[in-house]
């Protein structure tokens, strides 16, 4: 398919006869990236001006890593989607809140403790989103207290770069847990709430060494591993409890 808009569907038919289809997005980055989701598609960024040939090149001597990357997540187990009712428990900041369910003529949300108090009104509760729905507005408050904290202590961490303070964004997303511009405007995801401190730090860094190296080379995780030395660490256990909780 032609590429001219910089996003397409591509197939690339290996040595092994094997064919695989994969989304392709060109960007202003400098390196070709390699993107495999838990549903086994794969994506691939590439630099505006590296040709298909090398970047079909790219994937022949990566493609025993990719087939193994895929089959295990077609292995594993689905994890059930998040689901809310009355007595049930979900997982905010790396710990477990309880949910406490009342109906009444409005919709709020307000945390107690270890437990999470809803009132909701007849009508919503009967909608497929409606108890999800309140809950979702409340985390989102919680985010745009929560993360700003976490990026101006990460920022300070990193002060002897004398970066500016970047703008701060908050939305779902499905494939990444966050992104930076060169603008210096952090998106983080919604779903970064319900994880530990220490995995939403080790996302804003990873970002923040994006506004001085803004690809990911050698020179990038030299940075990363710099002002945070246990970043692998800290990446794991962000995909762990993501893997065994939430599906994501």
């Given at each position: 398919?032609?590429?001219?808009?910089?996003?397409?569907?591509?197939?690339?038919?290996?040595?092994?006869?094997?064919?695989?289809?994969?989304h392709f997005i060109r960007t202003a980055r400098k390196t070709i990236g390699l993107y495999v989701h838990r549903d086994g598609s794969v994506q691939v960024r590439a630099p505006n001006r590296v040709p298909l040939a090398q970047i079909y090149l790219f994937m022949r001597e990566r493609w025993d890593w990719l087939m193994l990357q895929r089959a295990r997540f077609m292995e594993e187990p689905a994890p059930a989607p998040v689901r809310y009712e009355n007595g049930g428990t979900f997982q905010h900041l790396g710990h477990s809140l309880t949910l406490r369910v009342n109906e009444a003529g409005h919709n709020r949300a307000t945390r107690h403790g270890d437990v999470l108090q809803v009132v909701i009104?007849?009508?919503?509760?009967?909608?497929?989103?409606?108890?999800?729905?309140?809950?979702?507005?409340?985390?989102?408050?919680?985010?745009q207290k929560v993360f700003p904290l976490r990026l101006a202590f990460c920022?300070?961490?990193?002060?002897?770069?004398?970066?500016?303070?970047?703008?701060?964004?908050?939305r779902k997303m499905r494939t990444r847990w966050?992104?930076?511009?060169?603008?210096?405007?952090?998106?983080?995801?919604?779903?970064?709430?319900?994880?530990?401190?220490?995995?939403?730090?080790?996302?804003?860094?990873?970002?923040?060494?994006h506004l001085v190296e803004f690809n990911h080379s050698k020179q990038f995780y030299e940075l990363?591993?710099?002002?945070?030395?246990?970043?692998?660490?800290?990446?794991?256990?962000?995909?762990t409890l993501a893997r065994a909780h939430y599906g994501l």
């Amino acid at each position: 398919m032609p590429d001219h808009d910089g996003k397409a569907l591509k197939e690339y038919r290996h040595d092994t006869g094997e064919t695989l289809f994969f989304h392709f997005i060109r960007t202003a980055r400098k390196t070709i990236g390699l993107y495999v989701h838990r549903d086994g598609s794969v994506q691939v960024r590439a630099p505006n001006r590296v040709p298909l040939a090398q970047i079909y090149l790219f994937m022949r001597e990566r493609w025993d890593w990719l087939m193994l990357q895929r089959a295990r997540f077609m292995e594993e187990p689905a994890p059930a989607p998040v689901r809310y009712e009355n007595g049930g428990t979900f997982q905010h900041l790396g710990h477990s809140l309880t949910l406490r369910v009342n109906e009444a003529g409005h919709n709020r949300a307000t945390r107690h403790g270890d437990v999470l108090q809803v009132v909701i009104t007849q009508e919503r509760l009967a909608t497929p989103d409606g108890l999800g729905g309140v809950i979702e507005l409340w985390q989102r408050r919680e985010a745009q207290k929560v993360f700003p904290l976490r990026l101006a202590f990460c920022h300070e961490e990193m002060k002897s770069l004398r970066l500016p303070f970047p703008d701060i964004k908050i939305r779902k997303m499905r494939t990444r847990w966050g992104s930076c511009t060169r603008k210096g405007v952090i998106t983080l995801n919604l779903e970064l709430i319900r994880m530990p401190a220490e995995c939403i730090d080790y996302v804003v860094m990873h970002e923040l060494c994006h506004l001085v190296e803004f690809n990911h080379s050698k020179q990038f995780y030299e940075l990363q591993s710099r002002f945070m030395p246990d970043w692998k660490e800290r990446k794991h256990r962000l995909e762990t409890l993501a893997r065994a909780h939430y599906g994501l």
